[in-house]
């Protein structure tokens, strides 16, 4: 069941000394419900598994009897509920699971001098149980680890019942066999769990910590240190800093640390910090994505389908007979800031005006600077981030002019306020989808999680 709660968390995929800029929050609400379904999950796992071959003597009057049970598969297994639980100690989890009980069926073989004799067996454990302790910790190489740390295996009983052959002469001897088996079980369990935490631990190993986000952008998740486990919660800080794939360039500024808010009720929180937003701005700044060039045709194809007498108010005719064309560019990286529920975008542009000549040379017109201010407000329905933007604040000044001095018409306005009508979903993971999501503040998204499927 650690499987599937870690896994969980890791889904996104160690950067000393940087402040986290996203935060993912697993509480007991979240562990209890992966818990839950991993019981599923292993109950199920468990119909195909088949157990290694045990092999022994016990003595008889007429000498030593070896006996190997073989082809052992579980048929049923009552399976109780496993207690889990944060350990803060070992800043991991503590899980235990007590008074399992399986059933088990395969083939005995017994060899007494040149006597051989075989049959089939049904076999019942009794009284298993399991306690297993994992530390969790963050590799510098940004990667989650995972090991075992305390392990416990004890068993109390077991009953068999050989079938076949002279099943009957030997079945008086089983006495003589149970101790052993036990023993033989108990020492078992805890390189089972051993090995399914290794193979774990080489799937996190094996997890990219890196991904590209499309052709501009790639996002590094990798953990910027280690778990902070507490009696009722989990946090994973990450890295979650956008990259321009072509520059790589890092940006000017810095993740600043911040507080994840406490929301009660919920299995998980993600918080994304502005340095992540702004880190996805510098990205496509600094691989030059910010920059457009506009030219009279485009604007006449938009604003014919607006207001056919418009042509020519947005692009006024300096030079008539000449078309005109603007390039847009950002002076600077795009910069967010958050504050509680609301975002705020600023985007500082120029403008180049020229007119483009017959033979393709263009004429430098006029350059202006342009500051948009922006204001927005984010919540979640229907399992979408939907928001709202408002313009808060818009300044247009002339740079510069090769046509003598003009006026700019320094607009301000403000108020203008636009819905995000459709919607974007929240992110999934395979099989696993969000409900009851809540955004607190711009940030932070708290959600319950529903597993569709298992596989
Ligand atoms: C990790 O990333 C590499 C290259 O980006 C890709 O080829 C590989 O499939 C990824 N592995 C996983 C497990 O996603
Ligand atoms: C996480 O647990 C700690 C200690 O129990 C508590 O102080 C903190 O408020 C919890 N955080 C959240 C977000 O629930
Ligand atoms: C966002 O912009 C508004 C209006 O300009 C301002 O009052 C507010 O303080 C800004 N908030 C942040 C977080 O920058
Ligand atoms: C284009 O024509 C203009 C005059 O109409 C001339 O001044 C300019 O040098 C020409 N440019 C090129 C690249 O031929
Ligand atoms: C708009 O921004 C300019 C500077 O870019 C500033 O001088 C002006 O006060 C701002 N107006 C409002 C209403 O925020």
Not at 58 to 80: A, E, M, Q, R
Not at 128 to 146: F, M, N, Q, R, Y
Not at 253 to 279: C, D, H, Q
Request: proline letters at 5%; aromatic letters at 8%; glycine letters at 8%.
């Amino acid at each position: 069941m650690l499987h599937f709660v870690i896994v969980a968390l890791m889904l996104l995929p160690h950067t000393c000394g940087q402040n986290p800029a996203i935060q993912v929050l697993l509480t007991n609400k979240g562990l209890q419900y992966g818990k839950h379904v991993g019981a599923e999950w292993i109950q199920d796992m468990l119909d195909h598994v088949t157990l290694p071959d045990i092999q022994g003597t016990f003595s008889t009057l007429f000498g030593p009897v070896s006996y190997t049970l073989s082809g052992i598969t579980i048929t049923k297994c009552d399976f109780p509920e496993p207690n889990v639980e944060y350990s803060q100690e070992y800043s991991g989890f503590k899980t235990s699971i007590t008074d399992l009980s399986v059933a088990l069926s395969g083939n005995w073989a017994t060899k007494f001098g040149i006597l051989h004799e075989s049959g089939s067996f049904d076999m019942a454990i009794f009284g298993v149980d399991v306690t297993s302790v994992v530390k969790l910790e963050g590799k510098a190489d940004g990667h989650l680890s995972v090991s075992s740390i305390i392990c416990d295996g004890e068993v109390q009983d077991v009953d068999i019942r050989l079938y076949g052959g002279f099943s009957w002469i030997f079945q008086p001897f089983v006495h003589y066999m149970k101790g052993h088996i036990i023993e033989e079980i108990r020492k078992n369990i805890c390189p089972a769990v051993q090995t399914s935490i290794e193979e774990l631990e080489s799937h996190l190993q094996a997890m990219n910590v890196s991904f590209d986000v499309n052709q501009v952008l790639s996002l590094e998740l990798p953990l910027s240190g280690s778990p902070v486990v507490s009696p009722s919660n989990l946090t994973l800080g990450l890295k979650g800093e956008f990259y321009s794939i072509q520059t790589h360039a890092e940006p000017p500024f810095k993740s600043k640390p911040f507080m994840m808010p406490n929301i009660p009720g919920y299995m998980l929180s993600a918080g994304v910090s502005e340095f992540t937003l702004n880190s996805a701005a510098y990205g496509y700044f600094s691989a030059g994505k910010l920059q457009i060039l506009i030219t009279e045709k485009m604007v006449s194809a938009v604003m014919k389908n607006i207001n056919t007498q418009a042509e020519g108010v947005f692009l006024p005719k300096l030079f008539p007979g000449l078309p005109m064309t603007l390039q847009v560019y950002a002076t600077e990286a795009p910069t967010f800031s958050l504050q509680s529920d609301i975002v705020n975008l600023t985007v500082r542009a120029a403008v180049k005006a020229s007119a483009v000549e017959s033979n393709g040379s263009s004429i430098p017109l006029f350059g202006v600077n342009v500051v948009v201010m922006l204001s927005g407000k984010m919540w979640i329905a229907d399992g979408k981030v939907k928001g709202s933007v408002m313009l808060n604040n818009f300044t247009l000044t002339l740079a510069s002019t090769q046509v003598g001095p003009f006026k700019v018409d320094e607009k301000k306005t403000s108020g203008v306020s636009e819905k995000l009508a459709e919607g974007v979903m929240l992110p999934r993971m395979k099989r696993i989808q969000p409900v009851n999501s809540i955004l607190t503040g711009f940030i932070a998204i708290s959600s319950d999680a529903q597993v569709l499927d298992m596989l």
